[in-house]
């Protein structure tokens, strides 16, 4: 089982009133369940946010370097020979 660390936090009322609202629909069962769930969810944003960076700096690097001679076929096969390396 995973160690669990204790956290205090501070928040508006405004923001307590809200999470109460969410334990009220019955999908969290107290404030720890509802606050791991937005932080999954927030590592999940992040993730997906990195990917699309790398495959945006992908997309630039090709644009940079330029056309090929090279058939499409010629570039997948190219493709698997450096992921068997």
Sequence with gaps: MTQMIRKT???????A???NSQLDTGLYGN??????ELVRA??????TQS?????QMMIEQSIV???TDL????IFQEARRRAIK
């Design 42 to 47: 927030d590592q999940r944003r992040l993730e």
């Design 31 to 36: 404030d720890s369940e509802y606050f791991r």
């Design 17 to 19: 009133n809200f999470i």
């Design 9 to 15: 936090i501070s928040i508006p009322k405004g923001m």
């Design 65 to 67: 370097s330029g056309k």
């Design 51 to 55: 990917s699309k960076e790398a495959f």
């Design 71 to 74: 058939t499409l076929e010629q």
